[in-house]
């Protein structure tokens, strides 16, 4: 039996609809997320509420990696992904959630690791 969670989907093509979970940092396109939600954080229902996906991803983010293994990958370890679904992230976003969507977290008693100011 496997470990850990089922794959999440990779990104079906790699232009400027790509999108970046402000939670996760998992990196899909925004139809991805519009109709499936994010692996990581159904609870943001993404897929219920297309007005979330706008909340909660962004198109603004650094750098991306495929993670196929992440109890096993370094970067998993490094980006505290290590539990989270194998697929492609990104190394930072800017943003924060907003606030709604962080108390939705803070309900769910999830982790929620916001970006550092710099
Ligand atoms: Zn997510």
Known sequence: MGSGA????????FGHELRACLRCRLVKTYDQFRTNGCENCPFLKM???H???AD????????IISVMDPSRSWAARWL???RFAPGCY???VS?????EMKNICEEERV???????V
């Open 6 to 13: 089922p794959p999440a989907q990779i990104p079906t093509s």
């Open 47 to 49: 897929d219920e509420d």
């Open 51 to 53: 007005e979330h996906v």
């Open 56 to 63: 909660c991803t962004t198109p603004n983010f650094t750098g």
């Open 80 to 82: 505290r992904i290590g």
């Open 90 to 92: 990104t190394l930072a």
């Open 95 to 99: 943003e924060e959630l907003p606030e």
């Open 111 to 117: 982790t929620y690791v916001p970006p550092k100011r």
